[in-house]
């Protein structure tokens, strides 16, 4: 195998230097002018950086199939490779150009302040998808688009204190865009947050890219320099765009990056109701000013208006706008079919939306007004979040819902929930402490030390019978909190105009 080894270097170094000749100026050719020593130097420096690049086409050992022994071990431009030869023939044949560049960067890369680290992201990114088993979910097109910049930012100047201090911010964003490379977009990301240690979640697709993303103070405020100017999102994405709250890399698992066909699932292509088809933004100050005439009007049964909640009942419940509608729907692929169901209750009305960050809006009410019924539809802009920095005590009462380990954020004091058990004011999600179920579940302290800790009933008693099984066989029954909640629920207008603006 060494034999092997040696052959592949020498095919990748003759590539490399048949590859160098043809870029040189015709007067550069002849004897060579550099010393024995110095091109002793550029083999090794081209050594390593063959070297580096293979290591970067490794699969994860976790995400190999070792079946009969260890499986697929490397995977680039879309092949797997079992052997160390055959990723060596590959690479030698194949990115003699990106070794190139790894080895010694071009003038225009040295100018762009390229480092080796920038330069083999950009080499990996330029030769295909991340191996397969990741969360990256790479598929499809080539690595052709122009306006997504690849570079990383120098983060030389800082320490690696700075870069993983524990204080620090989740953020959240969206940006609707076309993307014609979503795969790069996506490699890209996930270099990134890799390179400022930041953990979270990102949803690339041809619509756009959805983020929420955490980190330290430094980091966070370079991965916002770096997106401002992605040529991508330039004149697109501004610093507004981005929600901050306090939090860090610590409110996350992990990194999840992936390319989807949607970047908030919600179950409609994008071809057919386009972000381009979207409401009419209000700031945080107009959609203020809209809630305050709408409850006022309530108050004396004379609106016209619906202020709906986008989100889903968990979220909902622990907080929301007064007066609002707050659809009883467990995620937001049920909300088309809430809004088909329930179509004549939006007829010729005004109707005001929100979510968390606003995302949810954007197509939400895109589909609203595909249905051709409403008088108009208005969102607001930077969902809650920019509303609650602006308004901390406005008409959001209650807990805003995050989708990482915090599950909560607050603005005000009070406290819209109950505990599910007692009924006491409680507004702390956990989850079910069945090992079959990922449901929130609202229990107060007096009742978790009572052992108090599932969903429901069902999940209660399938927990104790599962802990006294010495066998450790699990039961099939579905969860209360399931099969008791219609899929999509049924809004009474006449119970909804009594309701108006009593909260």
């Known amino acids: 195998q060494t034999s092997c080894i040696r052959t592949q270097y020498i095919v990748f170094l003759v590539s490399c230097f048949c590859n160098l000749a043809d870029q040189l100026p015709k007067h ?73 560049l790894l080895a010694a960067p071009t003038d225009a890369a040295q100018q762009a302040g390229l480092t080796a680290k920038q330069a083999l992201a950009e080499a990996s990114l330029a030769s295909g998808p991340a191996p397969a088993g990741r969360a990256d979910g790479l598929h499809g097109h080539p690595y052709s688009s122009p306006e997504i910049s690849c570079t990383l930012p120098d983060t030389s100047h800082f320490s690696y204190d700075e870069l993983t201090s524990k204080v620090g911010e989740v953020l959240l ?100 109701v386009s972000y381009k088809e979207t409401g009419i933004h209000l700031s945080p100050q107009e959609f203020h000013r809209e809630v305050e005439q709408y409850l006022s009007q309530a108050s004396q049964g004379q609106s016209d208006t619906i202020l709906l909640d986008c989100r889903n009942f968990y979220e909902s419940k622990i907080g929301h706008f007064q007066g609002c509608l707050a659809p009883d729907i467990r995620k937001f692929s049920y909300f088309p079919s809430y809004i088909d169901e329930n179509l004549e209750l939006f007829k010729d009305k005004r109707v005001l939306m929100y979510c968390t960050g606003g995302i949810r809006c954007e197509r939400g009410s895109a589909y609203l007004r595909s249905k051709a019924v409403c008088r108009e539809v208005y969102q607001l802009k930077g969902g809650i979040h920019k509303y609650l920095e ?84 699990t039961l099939k029954e579905e969860c209360e909190c399931t099969w008791r909640r219609p899929r999509v629920p049924i809004e009474h207008v006449s119970q909804r105009t009594l309701d108006a603006g009593k909260d």
Not at 224 to 234: A, G, Y
């Open 173 to 272: 964003y969206y940006c609707y865009c076309e993307v014609k490379d979503p795969e790069k977009l996506c490699a890209w990301q996930k270099a990134l947050c890799q390179h400022l240690h930041l953990t979270g979640k990102v949803r690339v697709a041809s619509e756009g890219i959805n983020g929420t993303v955490g980190g330290s103070k430094v980091a966070t405020n370079l991965y916002i320099e770096v997106m401002l100017s992605q040529p991508l999102f330039k004149d697109i994405l501004c610093q507004e765009d981005f929600k901050s709250s306090a939090g860090g890399a610590h409110c996350f698992p992990d990194l999840r990056v992936g390319v989807f066909k949607e970047i908030v699932p919600m179950g409609i292509d994008p071809k057919i």
């Open 28 to 100: 550069q050719l002849g004897p060579p002018s550099c010393s024995p020593k110095m091109n002793y130097s550029k083999i090794k420096k081209k050594k390593k950086a063959f070297s580096l690049f293979v290591k970067a086409k490794e699969v994860p050992a976790a995400a190999r199939c070792p079946a009969g022994g260890e499986g697929v071990r490397w995977r680039c431009c879309r092949q797997a490779f079992e052997e160390l030869s055959g990723i060596h023939r590959h690479v030698a044949l194949q990115h003699a150009g990106d070794i190139g």
């Open 390 to 473: 602006e308004f901390p005590d406005g008409f959001y009462r209650g807990k805003l819902f995050v989708f990482d380990d915090r599950y909560a954020i607050c603005s005000n004091e009070d406290i819209i929930s109950a505990c599910r058990y007692c009924g006491t004011l409680w507004d702390q999600y956990k989850l079910c402490s069945s090992q079959h179920c990922q449901q929130l579940v609202l229990t107060c302290p007096s009742c978790r030390n009572k052992g108090l800790t599932a969903c429901c009933h069902v999940c209660q008693e399938k927990e104790l019978k599962v802990t006294s099984r010495a066998s450790g066989q």
